[in-house]
Structures are given as C-alpha cells and as structure tokens.
Nanobody, 121 residues
C-alpha cells in the first residue's frame, strides 16, 4: 500500500487549506485512516482519525472545531480552517490495518511521505 499526501502550502493565519491522501489500492477503503503532524524539533502528534466507513471520527483537542476529516472510499481529506501559526508542521497521512483506529502512532501500519503546511502570522 502506498499513500500519497498533497495539498500543503503557505497560508496566512486564519486561512484555510485542504489536504488529501490517496491510498494506492482499494484495500484502503476497508481500513481506518488518520492524520498526524510533526513540527520542527517536536514529536509526531495525532491530529484526527476516521473509521473505514467515515462513521466515526476522532480529533485532537487543539484542532477540534477547526479541522474536519472526511473520506471517499480510499481517499482521505483534512479540511483545515482558522489556521494558526502553531499548526505549522509536516502533515502525514496513515492507514491502519483495522477498521477503527485511535490516536496512537502504533495503530497505523502505513505512512505517506508528508506534506508541509506553513502558517504565517
């Protein structure tokens, strides 16, 4: 399975971006997916996850109400609104082997290459 993330870029504070992540095979449509991010000098952290059918979502507290995760079969999206400078990071998409997955890095077996999001103040 290969994951291809896209949509990152430079945006001003309070702006919006939409990230996409496509899984290379249809097996991705039966698996939970998630977004993580890693800022310079910090550990990778959970952002959001979505179940195999999109019926269940989980968000980190610091993005709740601003970010929305969604999916269409084996493609996942992250709509990011009201962006803040502290959202600046490389964003990674991930695919679980299970239908439902949570916040842990070890819940996910496959990782994309990352897309950089930079929010200027």
């Amino acid at each position: 399975v290969q994951l291809q993330a896209s949509g990152g870029g430079l945006v001003q504070a309070e702006g919006s971006l939409r990230l996409s992540c496509a899984a290379s095979r249809r097996t991705g449509s039966n698996n939970a997916m998630g977004w993580f991010r890693q800022a310079p000098g910090k550990e990778r952290e959970f952002v959001a996850s979505i179940s195999w059918n999109g019926g269940s979502t989980i968000y980190a507290d610091n993005v709740q109400g601003r970010f929305t995760i969604s999916r269409d079969k084996n493609t996942m999206y992250l709509q990011m609104n009201a962006l803040k400078p502290e959202d600046t990071a490389v964003y990674y998409c991930a695919l679980s082997r299970r239908s439902y997955s949570g916040r842990g890095l070890t819940d996910y077996a496959y990782w994309g290459q990352g897309t950089l999001v930079t929010v200027s103040s």
